[in-house]
């Protein structure tokens, strides 16, 4: 298996408010089947889909596969763009779970709701600067 995820699918209950959201923070959907909205991101593609359409498709019932403790990570080109887009989310309708901050690391960082219950951290690491298209690379290499 080469290292890498090409999709990451976030079950929801609705998927056009969770589109909305997504498209609140400024994010465009690629054309997708019906019943799947999809988002592409930089070598990969973010896809809401109907949480009992997922169960269905894994063969659990929706009650068995819980939330999880995963976060997704958004990092950004400077410490202030931080504050900015934790604003946009809660403008949009999610939860601020930690507001920007500095971190011990020694990066600047907090944390997100989604309306779905999705974890998402807004973080500038001053040790692994973005590429020009804004992929990210651990310790930017």
Known sequence: MEQRISLI????PDVEKAAAFYE???????????GVIAFD???????????TALAADIGLPEDALG??????????????????????????G????????DVFWGGHHGYFRS???HLWEIAFNPFSALSPEGAFRWNGY
Do not use: C, F, M
């Open 24 to 34: 609140a923070l400024g994010w465009r959907r690629a054309e997708s089947p019906d």
């Open 9 to 12: 699918t976030l079950g929801v």
């Open 94 to 101: 999610a939860e601020i779970l930690k507001p920007a901050q």
């Open 67 to 92: 939330t999880g403790a995963v976060s997704l990570s958004h990092n950004t080109r400077s410490k202030e763009e931080v504050a900015e887009l934790l604003a946009a989310a809660e403008a949009a």
């Open 115 to 117: 309306p779905d219950g």
């Open 41 to 51: 991101l930089i070598s990969q593609t973010l896809g809401l889909y109907p949480l």
